[in-house]
């Protein structure tokens, strides 16, 4: 999760990177013209959450509108649930080996499975999720572990902490204030790379077969 392997880091450096420099974006789309149009928000008194610009879970948009007008709060079903718990089984798992204090995914769960709710709950969605966080919280630590003894034994007289700063460069759940641009002012990114200057947006599908392709453009911020 997160961490790009060989063929991945040549992409990034030799045709990535390159592509993106040669690629203009037009100075009234940046963000620091943000209170110039097109970029200035319509509405000074409403900030929205980036899902609600981005996402696609309702074809006609609709459900925006219920939302923010008729002030509606939207049903957790179970596709929501399952990402938010794994997005948490993820951030958790590198807040824990980042800070030394990694506890078993079983302890783990038993601390959030309550936090889990969406209105058709059922052992068998409920053992679903239980699954795939697990093997989520598993596939992160172990790639913190690779990640860090490789790098150790490549700087083995570093301290631990320029090792983890180095070896798993990322910015888990950062907060950034979006209200500039009529957005919400507790953004969150799933995962900044700092020394790659890569943002990176988490999203789960239930199978190669779903439908919901649209996140595969969804900016962060």
Request: hydrophobic share 35%.
């Amino acid at each position: 999760m997160y961490f790009l392997d060989e063929i991945e880091r040549k992409r990034l450096v030799r045709d990535l990177l390159p592509l993106s420099r040669k690629t203009g974006v037009s100075e009234e789309l940046r963000g620091w013209n943000w209170h110039e149009a097109p970029m200035k928000p319509y509405y000074d008194e409403e900030e929205i959450p980036m899902y609600l610009v981005c996402s696609r879970y309702c074809p006609t948009n609709r459900d925006v509108f219920l939302n923010k007008v008729e002030q509606i709060e939207p049903v957790i079903n179970f596709k929501v649930s399952q990402g938010i718990t794994i997005h948490k089984a993820v951030s958790q798992a590198f807040d824990m080996f980042i800070k030394g204090d990694v506890i078993d995914f079983e302890r783990w769960w038993e601390d959030n499975k309550h936090k889990i709710d969406y209105p058709d709950k059922d052992e068998k969605g409920i053992k679903t999720i239980y699954r795939r966080a697990e093997k989520t919280w598993d596939f992160t630590l172990h790639n913190c572990n690779a990640q860090y003894h490789n790098a150790h034994s490549k700087q083995p007289y570093a301290s631990e902490e320029d090792i983890k700063s180095t070896s798993i460069p990322f910015l888990i759940e950062h907060r950034i204030d979006g209200s500039l641009l009529g957005l919400s002012g507790l953004l969150g990114i799933d995962c900044y790379d700092y020394l790659r200057g890569i943002v990176f947006d988490l999203k789960t599908i239930s199978s190669s077969r779903d439908k919901e392709r649209w996140h595969r453009l969804y900016p962060s911020f």
